[in-house]
């Protein structure tokens, strides 16, 4: 029997019971018929599979588009490289800030990774499609770069709250022990909520079009696609954005809060220059990150277009990645010294 003739007599069977209604009876079925090619893993598979429609589809000049969103993407992945490599290779940046700061270019890094490459195949190549099992694992990398990088956002936060509000127990409070476990807790915090916001919404069954109206799959979108009442679930992500980005937010902010309370108590001016070039860097970062977020995951998704979700997407997860080495490379003394250093090894013999 094949996978139409399940749904078929799914569609039949359903409407003969008569308390259930035709539209319920065929998203019944359309389960149902999905499982059966899964199980017998038929030739059939493709049905199931997603169709991604890309970046901004009515552009006319969309390969123009595309061509720089690929140049965007190879600076971004060539800096957050060199930070990465600059990092651990001066031993003089060996500091928790310096160790936070390469954390979020490995995070800038996989993230972009995961997005543009399948996003660029599917443009030149013209398939457009993405398999169940590649959307899931699309969105569960996306959804652990995202929530790890608000978690190391919120301790880089700390530390300089620790550095500039209590210099002296620095060293003690964020030893390399301390830092390591704040670290791991980011990942594996970040990696057990994404599994959850993942498995849960692939659950969902699907009606009508497979159409992902975005570049990537994410959990928005995804919950558009479904024909179930999804309410409750949109209420729970809010609930948990409001966790993993609210919060973290509030922290960053009352970190800086004193933080600048501190530096206007400061007498060295030097010093008091130093501090704020420091943390407007990392203010900036934060911004950057924080606003399209919010907007997009503490919002129900009907209340934007995918227009406005591509539009923040590429700012958040293209554009930011490539400036965010950037914005602390340019104002940071070490980092520079650190590449001056490289590139005179590799001039002088």
Not at 245 to 260: Q, W
Request: include cysteine; proline fraction near 5%.
């Amino acid at each position: 029997m094949s996978s139409v003739q399940i749904q078929s007599w799914s569609i039949g069977m359903l409407l003969e019971k008569g308390n259930i209604a035709p539209s319920d009876a065929v998203c019944w079925a359309e389960a149902l018929s999905c499982l059966f090619r899964d199980m017998v893993g038929g030739n059939e598979s493709s049905i199931t599979d997603f169709i991604l429609v890309g970046l901004f589809p009515e552009f006319q000049h969309s390969i123009i588009l595309n061509s720089m969103i690929i140049f965007i993407y190879v600076l971004a992945f060539l800096e957050n490289m060199l930070l990465i490599v600059l990092i651990s290779g001066d031993s003089q940046l060996h500091t928790p800030m310096y160790i936070l700061l390469s954390q979020l270019s490995v995070i800038d890094l996989t993230l972009t990774s995961t997005i543009i490459p399948k996003m660029a195949y599917n443009f030149f190549t013209g398939e457009r499609t993405i398999s169940r099992i590649g959307c899931g694992t699309q969105s569960f990398f996306y959804l652990l770069m995202g929530m790890s990088e608000c978690l190391i956002l919120t301790l880089m936060a700390y530390d300089r709250h620790v550095a500039v509000c209590n210099p002296l127990h620095y060293p003690t409070i964020m030893g390399p022990t301390f830092c390591l476990h704040m670290v791991a807790t980011c990942w594996i915090g970040g990696s057990i909520s994404s599994f959850i916001h993942t498995v849960y919404p692939m659950h969902f069954p699907i009606c009508g079009s497979r159409e992902i109206h975005h570049f990537f799959c994410e959990v928005p979108v995804l919950i558009k696609l479904s024909c179930e009442d999804t309410s409750v679930y949109q209420l729970v992500v809010v609930v948990t954005s409001i966790v993993l980005l609210v919060v973290p937010f509030i922290l960053i902010i009352a970190s800086y809060t004193l933080i600048f309370l501190t530096v206007l108590h400061m007498n060295s001016v030097k010093g008091r220059k130093k501090v704020l070039a420091t943390c407007s860097s990392h203010l900036t970062v934060v911004s950057l990150f924080f606003g399209p977020n919010i907007f997009i995951y503490m919002t129900f998704t009907s209340s934007h277009s995918p227009e406005q979700d591509q539009a923040l997407s590429v700012f958040s997860n293209i554009l930011t990645p490539m400036l965010n080495p950037l914005i602390y490379s340019l104002r940071n003394k070490e980092v520079v010294a650190a590449l001056i250093k490289l590139v005179g090894r590799r001039v002088v013999p």
